[in-house]
């Protein structure tokens, strides 16, 4: 069943990025639900593993479906989903929500950068006025959408039963 359920992400995700995202710009940036969902994923999921495969399908799939470089987006999710999953822990004392909305900002420009500099062979920075910072804006704002969603309906935290002797 759980399968099933990150499956329904996943193709929710994409429906939307795909159909209602993709012709959207905000100040000249479209925003990526995908980067969203697979940060707050990083932070959720409990195992590497599925945390990976998570990355790696997202990664495929919008290498595929939304029009940009196949190999620099798969390469950066995964690499940015393993560099998130292994320090989401850090620092402890910040709430994975606020994580949520950092991590993606930071994702958010660096995979603007690459995919610029992959096309362009030059990085400006009108590049990341007028690109990348809008693009990590949304993309912030989703995340801040998809990560109480994710948590409420995915990630439910089981309760702990109190034994009474």
């Known amino acids: 069943m759980r399968n099933f359920k990150i499956f329904l ?15 959207v710009h ?14 707050c994923v990083m932070l959720l999921e ?15 799939a919008a290498g595929a479906l939304c029009g940009r470089e196949f ?14 999953f292994t320090l989401r822990d850090k620092p402890v004392y910040v709430g994975n929500y606020a994580k949520a909305i950092v991590w993606t900002f930071i ?6 950068t690459a995919l610029f500099a992959v096309e362009h062979m ?13 693009t990590a804006v949304c993309n912030m704002a989703l995340a801040a959408l ?6 409420a309906l995915m990630y439910k935290e089981k309760k702990k039963k109190l034994l009474i002797v």
Request: aromatic share 14%; proline share 4%; net charge positive.
């Open 26 to 39: 905000i100040f000249g940036a479209v925003p990526s639900a995908v980067m969203a969902y697979v940060v």
């Open 71 to 84: 190999v620099v987006i798969t390469l950066f999710y995964v690499y940015s989903s393993i560099v998130i």
């Open 9 to 23: 992400w996943i193709f929710i995700i994409f429906l939307i990025q795909t159909v209602l995202l993709a012709r």
């Open 107 to 112: 994702s958010s420009v660096a995979m603007e």
């Open 46 to 60: 409990n195992e590497f593993r599925n945390a990976v495969t998570i990355s790696l399908i997202c990664a495929a």
């Open 122 to 134: 030059t990085v400006s920075m009108s590049m990341f006025m007028y690109n990348a910072l809008p």
């Open 146 to 151: 998809i990560y109480p969603l994710l948590k």
